[in-house]
């Protein structure tokens, strides 16, 4: 049932350091001396965790490897007062760029999806963003993406969930998101289960123009989902 599969969800993430759909306690309450030192406290540790992504090298001889023979270039978006989650895949070569999630045809249907604006996108009070990579993990000779290397999930994803516990709503794009989170299934079959996770959890695919023909082929997405997804996110953020 929802309550179980929520359950499981919250418990899987706990063992992981990810704490979704649970309200903290006291936080409509002013906060005391120990609550300011508690929330000081996150706040230097994100900081701290931001800088340390920033200064992560551990795939530059991969990245070199790769048809794109690239430097490694972190881009974060962790937030200390966010109540929504991005989970995605990678940064692609735009981001790589501009050193800026989303900054493509992909982010504005994204934010459509959403229902929000840029500006409200990017405000980090309402959105933090935590990819299964950091970094553009390059192309292959064919120009495909590469998938996001494992190493860097296993080594920042759950430090940087860990030092958010006020997300109460995860979006999960793409199959390696919601396979980390969820467990493995196939993406259609992921999605079309959306009913068994929101609104703690919305799983949905990419919304690269690559999965147009998905979009057509799967109309209750647009129908069905988007509207509970866009009432969910205005709950929250407005």
């Known amino acids: ?26 936080g409509n309450e002013e906060r005391g001396g120990g609550e300011q030192d508690k929330y000081r406290n996150i706040v230097n540790s994100v900081m701290q965790l931001e800088h340390d992504i920033k200064a992560c ?46 900054t493509d045809p992909s982010g504005d249907r994204l934010r459509d999806w959403l229902g929000v604006s840029e500006e409200e996108f990017y405000n980090p009070m309402n959105f933090a963003i ?3 990579a950091f970094c553009f993990p390059g192309y292959t000779a064919k120009g495909a993406d590469l998938p996001p290397p494992k190493i860097c999930a296993a080594t920042w994803r759950a430090q940087a969930l860990e030092a958010m516990p006020q997300i109460q709503m995860a979006v999960l794009i793409g199959g390696y998101a919601q396979a980390w989170h969820l467990g493995k299934m ?31 082929k799967h109309p209750w997405f647009e ?7 866009r009432k969910k996110v205005t709950e929250l953020i407005r």
């Open 1 to 26: 049932g929802l309550e179980q599969t929520i359950a499981a969800f919250v418990w899987r993430g706990r063992r992981r350091g990810l704490i979704v759909g649970v309200a903290r306690e006291g």
């Open 57 to 102: 090298r551990l795939c530059a001889a991969q990245f070199l490897d790769t048809h794109t023979a690239h430097e490694p270039r972190p881009v974060t978006g962790l937030s200390t007062h966010a109540p929504i989650l991005i989970a995605g895949q990678a940064p692609g070569m735009r981001v790589h760029q501009s050193g800026r999630f989303f």
């Open 130 to 132: 935590l990819p299964m």
């Open 186 to 216: 196939g993406l259609t079959a992921r999605v079309s289960e959306w009913r068994d996770h929101a609104p703690q959890v919305f799983p949905l695919p990419h919304p690269s123009w690559r999965n147009n023909g998905w979009l057509k």
């Open 223 to 229: 129908a069905e989902l988007l509207p509970e997804l």
